[in-house]
Every structure is written in C-alpha cells, then in structure tokens.
C-alpha cells in the first residue's frame, strides 16, 4: 500500500524559506509525476489548489502564484519530493501535501501546515 508523508512545515516570517519533504512509500514514486498541492485556510474541506510538479524525466512544472519563488525536486532513490520555498509570503499560508499529478484520492496524506507570518 502506498503512504505519503510530509514533513518540514512550520512558522516563517514573510521574506523567509521553508523546505518540505515528501517520502513514498510503494512502488508509484519512479513512474509518476509527482506534484505538491495545498489547502489555505478557509477553503473546503478537501479543496486543494496545486502548486508544483516534477515528472520522472525531470520536467518541472509550477503555478503561476509561486514561479520564481519556489522550486521542486525529487530523489528517486530516496523515493522523496522536495519543495524549496523561497520568499514566503502571508499568501503562502495553507497545510502542503504531496500527491501524485493528477492527483488520486487514496494517496493524500496528514499534510504540513505552513504558517508565514510576522
């Protein structure tokens, strides 16, 4: 059974840098597309905006919001997915999962919160 578990969230100031991490564990990390997603405060239950992907061929992929800010990466000998956030802004606000692109119901985990704020 596939599990997805990330780590590295926390409380920033705006200007600041966060890392989170993703580990897989299961088979799907090498043959898919793996892509970072959240959840803002406020927004539905279940409603998460999607932020970044790395495919397996290295293709990088961002949304507009975060261009130029964040980064992906993955490590598939380590069966892990990076997000490097740089210039973290209030916006930012929202518990981060990983998942694979597009998404699929059963591989959403716990998520890490990220808080930026003075």
């Known amino acids: 059974q596939v599990r997805l578990v990330e780590s590295g969230g926390g409380l920033v100031q705006p200007g600041g840098s966060l890392r989170l991490s993703c580990a897989a564990s299961?088979?799907?990390?090498?043959?898919?597309?793996m892509g970072w997603y959240r959840q803002a405060p406020g927004e539905r239950e279940g409603e998460r905006g999607w932020?970044?992907?790395?495919?397996?061929?290295?293709?990088?992929h961002f949304a507009d919001s975060v261009k130029g800010r964040f980064t992906i990466s993955r490590d598939d000998a380590m069966n892990t997915v990076y997000l490097q956030m740089n210039n973290l802004k209030p916006d930012d606000t929202a518990v981060y999962y990983c998942?694979?692109?597009?998404?699929?119901?059963?591989?959403w985990g716990q998520g890490t919160q990220v808080t930026v704020s003075s």
């Open positions: 299961g088979s799907i990390f090498k043959k898919y597309t």
């Open positions: 998942n694979v692109v597009p998404p699929l119901e059963q591989y």
């Open positions: 932020v970044a992907g790395t495919a397996p061929d290295g293709f990088t």
